[in-house]
């Protein structure tokens, strides 16, 4: 046989690599993302670091995560791979071409970002500008997430933590030098925690699951692996909606099953 049987979803699918340390709290997004599209088990991750030279190879960034997908498998010509970095963008092409073929298949897994009616299937505006709203708002907490917390949660305390730990600092000392940053991030997880409690559902975009949720939740979940994270942990945490939203999160196959490297793995040894 020299063509893949595309009966068959794993054919269907082709091939997927991602380049990434599931340390990598983006690379994780991406993980989780395929995991809920229900294709744990389809795809292969080499747990490259950044700036590894295989990394560099695929991004000049050196930034992980990055996606190689061969449509047809072994059957895919070099020039037929698609090679993709920026954590969007692999979003954005898993959303365009795994999610339909894993529908195709069957899998009734519920769609990470919400689709647009059919090309013509409705000309009411409203209708129109809902769906393309609810598209929007996903892309919101998407570019939130990647922008202004993954800055002031893992730039602004927790890799300076790990930092100051790795040099012997206590937790006194570690709070002392990163107090501002602190304030800082707390002050951004209220205004988080105010947008998401807006919405009655128990995800940031609905009752299901989103790439926005799935874009928040690495950095948090790095966070409540360190004393800092009290904030958005237990039944008296300061910003309650996320602890829980956290809570729910953790439950997740898909959380479970990308847990294993994280940060949180690690100190829990
Ligand atoms: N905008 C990039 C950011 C990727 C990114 O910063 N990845 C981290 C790992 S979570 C990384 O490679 N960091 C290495 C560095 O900053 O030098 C994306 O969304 O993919």
Redesign the pocket.
Known sequence: MTTPDKTRLAEDVGSLEIF?TPF????RSITMGLEEMGLGGHYIQHPFT??SAEVKKRNPL????VLIHRPDAIYTSAENAVVL????A?RRYLDDFVYPTVSRHGKNQHALTPPLPGHGTTQDGVLLAQAAEARARVDQWVSMA?STL?QNV?FGVVKPRLAMEKNGADDATVYTALEGNIDKMHAVLSKLEDLAKRDPTPFLCGSEITWADLFLYPALADLRATPQGDVIRGSDARFPWIAAWSDRMDARPSAKSTYEGTLASQRKK
């Open positions: 990434g990598s709290t983006f690379t950044p700036h050196g930034l992980l995560p970095f920026e954590s969007n692999v990647s993954f893992e």
